[in-house]
């Protein structure tokens, strides 16, 4: 594994030190450096429907040294660079957050900062990522741990074995890089992943023990599951076969967070071919719930125009185009109502551990 | 003196009425007979209507009462200079004066004593009493001229203001010329009969040859900053650079602000209404006063713009006889012509009763007090609204004096998040004139000012919140000159919202906007420039010292920056740029009425910034005179430049009043002000 990792590291890193090359190569050729970027935005995604995919097209744009305009982007682009090989070198991951005060610092004789505020530095990272074609793994940058896990599952970390069937009712922390390198998963004996929207609903499943009854994977992201939670999904997925399954809000919000856990995001396209799950599964809370399991029409909320705003967007998505889909999200909108996970403690606190999931998963009461 | 305008007295005569109207409550039971009640029924006097009502004058608080009493007498002391053709040279003085024996600093003091001063032409003994004691007197109701006195009922009301709370009479020393002699006299008002009570009358030597000095007693609150006496003489001065204007604040501070401007303002004519501007009931009474002896003849010699074969085919659309008797006409038929009259289209007024400041003493005015770097003026066409004629006027200064900006400069250090970012926050300042009186209340209601809301600064490279004043250091200046401006309540303080005069002041200060955008983008360009090959150069350092690390600190780090270095040059245009860089970024052409001050001199409308800087060291401070010393440098070094025009002669712009003032004479001697 050591040598592995060895090579990884220096491919990343020959990628880096190329940028230095860009320069070099212009200025000896009196060109102007540039670098060819990929525009990540709408404009640029396209959807995949063989592969259930949302994938970055090949749009890029050019940023180049000398224009007013670019000049200040391309410095902290290169500077940006360095930092990350530098991580690289000495094998060290860190936040985006520690590699903007890494970068920053004032140009000399002069009142500007090479970056003012952490807005200039992520999207740079991101850049890197998409020109470098780079993980962000890969490039040694991590995001929060904000991800639990419980259920039948066996990890090696860093050499320990972590048995998430014997960590109690708290789980084990998801980290944000869970790559085969950095984490293994040694055994794995259940029979699906449910992947949980909010913390709250997957505590109260986690303290009943809900994945020992009918063995199952429990994973939450708290709200927009973050990389390392999709990928750990995607990875239980590929290498256990197991089905996934998605239980969010019923608001555009929700449907929105299970399609990206589905096809990938707009922004992250560039990353839907390792972390899609095109065969996921959307188990609720669906439209048509209230009604199927009686929630009284008081513990709804009214839709507001940021969410009726919203929910046309998705309906206007090529992935949201399956007819089930249009009279799903249509049937929120005509009710103007949203319900929220946590609404079914109206009927009951264990509602949804006892009686909600387990109709759903006989009845197979689920969306594509 | 004391123009008074209609609206006046009718608001007054409608307030009488309301008042004579208001008899007992009828009681169930008879109590007191109608011979009772009609004793009980008196006249009330205008004047004690108006020690009731003194908040209508703009006497509503200690401190506004101070202003509108020193706003009164200067704005009769300049009309009077210049409707007799003279510059004006007003002097202002307050006093405090000693209440309970001790003598307050002027802050906390409550009593003061204004003087006002004026080289104007004098005014005849008989009339002296009731000008400055009597309400009312004379006004001109049907007189169409443009002129200062639209605040009120002029001095009059400010010195009723004074016997009502100090006691004391209004003292006035005038002299109608080196020969004649000077005459003293103290009045006061009979508020019961508005009539005038001499106290003293007494001839005296006095030092001027020529002019009126009025003193007054009043009960007041000094404070500085906004709408204050300062700003309103700071404001008069700029709007009026033909005025020499001494100001001997209540601290014991004099102010001078320099005559500039070296004309006066053409006088403006007198014209008679256009139909359209009138109200029925306007006409009704002008209908009994004319001394016209027919229906047509009324029409064609009572308003302009109606010629006597118009008034023939206004009176047969309106089917009355050409030949009725006007005060004959009455009831419906009169109701037909009126609506006759106002659907005939009638040419618009003619507009040279309106005297505009003019780009030139507007440009003056501006450079005068305040500091920028970048002015410019426009008046616009005369226009029309409701058959009134009128001009907007707007200039702008913007910026700091090229030496002013090196000051704030700190040396070069690292910041911190967050900060730098305030440092923009300036909002623009409005100042708002009508008829050249500074308007200093109700601003956020003033036509004005929402015509500059209303612009869109942003297209001039100005920065500007929704629904905010344009940012950045700029003071706008509006005026509005016109025989009728439309005031949105009685207390005159802000122009009404015509949809006319809206657009008038809004292409006004898009014309102003533009220019200042080109001014600023040619300014930007030559910075940008500099800035360009400025960034590369900080940059090419970061980049390089990026690669360098990147490939192990082994690179050759002078060659790379040398290579890049070659690079930026030849792509921010090599040497040519660098002559470019020297300059500030070429002329004024294309900025017509526009002066620009740069660190090596004044560009375009030179003349007058010369004329200012002639007349300023006198009595401005240190700062004023090191500039006139830079600026002679500069223009001496660069010869090239178009400017040098020398300033104008004194003698010309002495000569032109004399010569009016004997146009003139055959009025004269003219009794001042109230006719």
Same mark, same amino acid.
């Given at each position: 594994m ?34 060819a970027?990929?525009?990540r ?140 390198e ?10 699906f ?6 913390g ?66 707009i ?39 940021k969410?009726?705003?919203?929910a ?57 | ?8 007295p ?29 004793? !009980? ?6 004047s004690?209507f ?32 210049e ?20 003598t ?20 005849v ?5 009731r000008i ?30 004074g ?36 106290h003293e ?12 000095q009025v ?10 900053g ?17 005025v !020499? ?29 256009h ?52 005060r ?23 507009t ?33 609204? !409701? ?40 909002l ?24 500059v ?49 809206q657009?008038?002041i ?7 906007g ?7 983008? !040619? ?29 192990g600190? &082994? ?16 792509r ?46 006198k ?9 006139s ?9 660069q010869?090239? &430049? ?23 004479s ?10």
């Amino acid at each position: 594994m050591a040598t592995k990792q060895k090579k990884m590291t220096t491919a990343v890193e020959k990628k880096l030190i190329g940028l230095a090359d860009v320069v070099i190569t212009a200025a000896e050729r009196a060109k102007d450096p540039t670098i060819a970027i990929p525009i990540r935005a709408l404009s640029n995604v396209s959807f995949n429907e063989r592969k259930g995919l949302i994938e970055m097209g090949c749009k890029k744009q050019a940023r180049s040294f000398f224009n007013v305009g670019m000049a200040k982007k391309f410095m902290q682009t290169m500077l940006v660079a360095d930092a990350l090989s530098e991580l690289q070198r000495a094998d060290l991951t860190t936040s985006l957050r520690e590699i903007y005060y890494r970068t920053k610092h004032t140009i000399a004789d002069s009142h500007e900062n090479t970056f003012d505020t952490q807005d200039e530095s992520d999207p740079v990272i991101e850049d890197l990522e998409v020109s470098l074609a780079a993980l962000r793994e890969e490039l040694h940058v991590r995001a929060e741990n904000s991800g639990s896990i419980v259920g039948p599952v066996v990890f090696g970390d860093d050499g320990d074995r972590v048995d998430c069937a014997k960590l109690g009712k708290g789980g084990y922390s998801v980290p944000s890089i869970v790559e085969p390198e950095y984490l293994e998963i040694r055994r794995c004996t259940a029979d699906f992943v449910l992947l949980v929207e909010k913390g709250t609903q997957w505590n109260r499943l986690s303290e009943d023990k809900f994945w020992r009854r009918y063995n199952c994977v429990l994973l939450t992201g708290n709200g927009q599951p973050p990389r390392g939670v999709r990928r750990l999904a995607r990875r239980l997925h590929e290498e256990h076969r197991l089905p996934v399954y998605v239980l969010v809000d019923n608001d555009p919000w929700g449907y929105y967070i299970y399609s990206v856990i589905k096809q990938g995001s707009i922004n992250l396209a560039f990353e839907s071919q390792r972390m899609a799950i095109p065969k996921a599964k959307f188990i609720g809370l669906s439209s048509a719930d209230p009604e199927r399991y009686e929630l009284p029409r008081n513990v709804g909320i009214k839709l507001n125009e940021k969410d009726i705003a919203r929910a046309k967007e998705l309906m206007n998505y090529q992935w949201f185009q399956k007819p089930a889909w249009q009279a799903e999200i249509k049937r929120m909108l005509g009710s103007g109502l949203k319900y929220e996970l946590d609404a079914l403690a109206n009927k009951d606190f264990q509602y949804l551990t006892k009686k909600y999931l387990p109709r759903k998963l006989k009845e197979k009461d689920w969306l594509d | 003196m004391a123009k008074k305008d209609s609206s006046v007295p009718s608001s007054s005569r409608s307030a009488v009425e309301s008042v004579a109207e208001k008899k007992p409550a009828a009681a169930l039971t008879q109590l007191v007979t109608a011979v009772e009640m009609g004793a !009980r029924q008196r006249e009330i006097s205008v004047s004690e209507f108006f020690t009731k009502n003194r908040h209508l004058l703009g006497f509503d608080n200690p401190r506004k009462a101070l202003l509108t009493c020193v706003k009164e007498a200067v704005d009769n002391a300049l009309d009077a200079s210049e409707e007799a053709g003279i510059l004006p040279d007003v002097t202002v003085q307050l006093e405090v004066v000693p209440t309970g024996g001790t003598t307050l600093p002027a802050s906390q003091a409550t009593r003061f004593r204004i003087t006002v001063t004026d080289n104007g032409p004098g005014i005849v003994r008989q009339h002296i009493p009731r000008i400055f004691a009597k309400l009312l007197y004379g006004s001109k109701f049907h007189r169409m001229r443009m002129s200062r006195g639209q605040q009120g009922i002029g001095i009059s009301a400010a010195g009723m203001y004074g016997q009502l709370t100090t006691g004391k009479p209004v003292q006035i020393i005038s002299r109608t010329g080196p020969k004649a002699a000077a005459h003293y006299f103290e009045v006061q008002i009979d508020t019961k009969k508005n009539e005038p009570l001499v106290h003293e009358n007494k001839q005296i030597a006095w030092d001027q040859p020529q002019g009126t000095q009025v003193t007054l007693e009043v009960e007041g609150k000094y404070q500085k900053g906004r709408a204050s006496v300062d700003e309103w003489l700071e404001q008069t001065s700029i709007a009026n650079p033909h005025v !020499r204007l001494i100001y001997r604040t209540p601290e014991g501070e004099t102010k001078e602000y320099p005559r500039t401007y070296h004309e006066l303002p053409p006088s403006p004519r007198e014209i008679k209404p256009h139909p359209y501007g009138i109200e029925f009931g306007m006409m009704l009474k002008m209908l009994q006063d004319t001394k016209g002896h027919s229906v047509s003849g009324f029409l064609s010699s009572d308003f302009c713009r109606i010629s006597p074969q118009l008034a023939d085919e206004i009176c047969k659309a309106a089917k009355v006889s050409p030949n009725m008797k006007p005060r004959d006409l009455k009831g419906p038929v009169a109701e037909t012509l009126y609506q006759t009259l106002q659907n005939t289209k009638i040419m618009a007024p003619p507009t040279n009763c309106i005297s505009p400041i003019g780009e030139k003493a507007i440009l003056s005015g501006l450079y005068k007090q305040i500091k920028g770097e970048f002015y410019t003026a426009v008046s616009r066409p005369p226009a029309v609204y !409701r058959g009134y004629p009128f001009i907007i006027e707007a200039g702008l200064a913007y910026g700091h004096r090229p030496e002013d900006q090196t000051k704030p400069k700190q040396p070069a250090g690292p910041k911190a998040e967050g900060e730098g970012e305030d440092e923009h926050s300036e909002l623009a300042r409005v100042i708002r004139y009508a008829n050249r009186v500074p308007l200093l209340y109700q601003q956020s209601s003033c036509s004005t000012f929402k015509a500059v809301l209303g612009t869109t600064w942003k297209h001039y490279g100005i920065s500007q919140s929704r629904g905010a004043l344009p940012g950045g250091p700029m003071v706008i200046f509006v005026h509005m000159a016109s025989v009728w401006v439309p005031f949105t309540s009685e207390s005159k303080e802000a122009i009404a919202d015509y949809d006319e005069i809206q657009k008038e002041i809004t292409l006004a200060l898009r014309e102003c906007g533009r220019r200042l955008g080109l001014f600023l983008r !040619r300014r930007e360009r030559a910075a940008s420039e500099f800035r360009r090959r400025n960034i590369f150069e900080l940059y090419i350092e970061e980049v390089v010292e990026a690669c360098n690390r990147l490939k192990g600190g &082994k690179l050759p780090k002078e060659k790379l920056k040398a290579q890049l270095q070659k690079i930026a040059t030849s792509r921010t245009g090599g040497l040519k740029t660098d002559e470019a860089l020297g300059k500030t970024g070429g002329g004024p052409e294309g900025l017509p009425d526009s002066i620009i001050v740069t660190a090596e001199g004044i560009e375009g409308a030179v003349e007058i910034a010369q004329q200012v800087e002639a007349d300023a060291p006198k009595a401005a401070g240190a700062a004023v005179n090191d500039l006139s010393d830079k600026e002679q440098m500069a223009a001496t070094n660069q010869g090239k &430049k178009q400017k040098k025009e020398p300033a104008k002669p004194e003698k010309k712009a002495k000569n032109k009043p004399v010569s009016r003032k004997s146009a003139k004479s055959e009025k004269s001697p003219a009794p001042r002000g109230k006719k």
